[in-house]
């Protein structure tokens, strides 16, 4: 691999990281638009790797790029995690609202309509 790719590899993994930092903290904070655009710069980014490391042609890859990339892969894994336990959650509430609404919907009374008369014409 040309030097210049594998610096150009490494800015790209510290700029993954930095993403992957900020979606945790908007995980955290519950702000999925955020998390939403951080993952779109994130596929951008995984692109212009797969290119890099793929014209690269060498199979031996650098130490530092391999344990970068176990490191995001680790932290992808919490933030993902944390998105399943929101979702959970979230779909737990959904459902008690559910169930809530079909209780009430049993208590609604029917009101007695006033009789319908036909019209002449039918």
Known sequence: MADHHTEEIL???????????????????????????MIKQSSLILQRLEHLLGASGSTKQDDLISEMINGLHKQQEIAIQALKRQT???AQHIGALRRNKTSLMGYK???????????ERT
């Open 109 to 119: 009374q029917n009101k007695t309509l006033p009789p319908r008369f036909k019209s």
């Open 11 to 37: 800015n790209l993994l510290k700029q993954w990281q930095s993403l992957v930092n900020q979606e945790s903290d908007a995980i955290s904070k519950d702000n999925i638009q955020d998390v939403g655009e």
């Open 88 to 90: 959970d959650t979230l």
